[in-house]
């Protein structure tokens, strides 16, 4: 399987890191931030396939994130991290450019597939791109 690189954003420290430490496991190219305003000064200094976005975080909250995200980067896939009260906010999320989102605490097997779904898209969309330039 092909490896891409993943930013995962959430303000909590212990579910950031222990979905890197497993994405890691699975051979993926992965890094944290654990705010807004620093996955989009990380995104200005590497390349990512697809960010793993929480939706509540304090501050710069996912939805304001993603917009920045969208602006910057419109072709990085998105998938935002809900908890059960912020379904809303992830479907919200996809109005704004989201390609998924899936709920707090996730399996990681849904992750996988999930994270394989938007870097698909996003192998496409630059294909796509280069080929009508």
Request: charged residues 35%; glycine residues 6%.
């Amino acid at each position: 399987m092909e490896t891409f690189r993943i930013l995962i954003v959430d303000d909590e420290d212990d579910f950031r890191e222990a979905i890197m430490k497993r994405l890691r496991a699975r051979k993926m190219e992965v890094a944290g931030a654990n705010s807004g305003p620093k996955a989009l000064e990380m995104l200005d200094e590497q390349e990512f396939d697809v960010i793993v976005l929480d939706v509540k975080m304090p501050g710069m909250d996912g939805i304001e994130t993603l917009r920045a995200i969208k602006q910057k980067k419109p072709l990085v896939e998105v998938i935002m991290l809900t908890g059960h009260a912020s379904v809303e906010s992830g479907i919200q999320g996809m109005q704004l450019g989201a390609f998924d989102y899936v709920m707090k605490p996730v399996a990681l097997d849904d992750l996988m597939d999930k994270l394989r779904q938007a870097y698909e898209r996003r192998v496409l969309q630059l294909e796509y791109g280069r080929k009508n330039i």
